[in-house]
């Protein structure tokens, strides 16, 4: 599954941003999608997932009741949404694509997006 993400960019603490996903594959509503996040010098965690239905989804503590994820099946594409943006939220951000339910679990991905950098000034 191609995947593309992008709107990353710089922010202000408290900021907010959206992230998008996009596939290029016609069999998008098959998967649930996941979004993962890379600091520097640290390794990949879950941030995100959300169901192939898009009528579940979870999150990870440290986002909870700030980020929200959605999708588009029609447009074949994911979304993040950032709100009240800290500077610890600054990493790389991957979307993912998981044949597994629900998954919090990097391993059982199997396609990932290039990754978008956001950056959360203090």
């Known amino acids: 599954v191609p995947l593309q993400a992008s709107g990353g960019g710089l922010v202000q603490a408290g900021g907010s941003l959206r992230l998008s996903c996009a596939a290029s594959?016609?069999?998008?509503?098959?998967?649930?999608m996941g979004w993962f996040r890379q600091a520097p010098g640290k390794e990949r965690e879950f941030v995100a997932v959300i169901s192939w239905s898009g009528g579940a989804t979870y999150y990870a503590d440290s986002v909870k009741g700030r980020f929200t994820i959605s999708r588009d099946n029609a447009k074949k594409t994911v979304y993040l949404s950032m709100n009240n943006l800290q500077p610890e939220d600054t990493a790389v951000y991957y979307c993912a694509a998981s044949r597994k339910a629900l998954s919090r679990n990097l391993i059982e991905y199997s396609d990932w997006g290039q990754g978008t950098l956001v950056t959360v000034s203090s």
């Open positions: 594959t016609r069999t998008f509503s098959a998967y649930d």
